[in-house]
């Protein structure tokens, strides 16, 4: 069992950064592929971006086009913690975003690919 819990939401203006955290509880933590999500009011989550260990300083990582080259997602296998490092934020980021655990080998967009997930944190852009 994993429990993953976010933090680093909040309110920001157009054009701004945000830096959210999800920590995770377990030993195995390196093993896992982690991943991003968002989900606003009546819309399917979506994907946003993913992160797989390699084992050494090898890292594999993919993105939903709609943040690639502004967001960037991380993770420190010590601090079993995954980053998402959010620039030029948009009123269209606001969401809901979650941070998800699987234990597939491979990065993924597709949600039922995870097997845990934390409660989300709120993300508002303002214009």
């Known amino acids: 069992q994993v429990q993953l819990v976010e933090s680093g939401g909040g309110l920001v203006q157009a054009g701004g950064s945000l830096r959210l955290s999800c920590a995770a509880s377990g030993r195995t933590f390196s093993r896992y592929v982690m991943g991003w999500f968002r989900q606003t009011p009546g819309k399917e989550r979506e994907f946003v971006g993913s992160?797989?260990?390699?084992?050494?300083?090898?890292?594999?990582?993919d993105y939903a086009d709609s943040v690639k080259g502004r967001f960037t997602i991380s993770r420190d296998n010590a601090k079993n913690t995954v980053y998402l490092q959010m620039n030029s934020l948009k009123p269209e980021d606001t969401a809901v975003y979650y941070c998800a655990a699987g234990v597939v080998g491979f990065v993924t967009a597709a949600a039922n690919e995870y097997d845990y997930w934390g409660q989300g944190t709120q993300v508002t852009v303002s214009s």
């Open positions: 992160i797989r260990w390699g084992g050494g300083s090898v890292y594999y990582a």
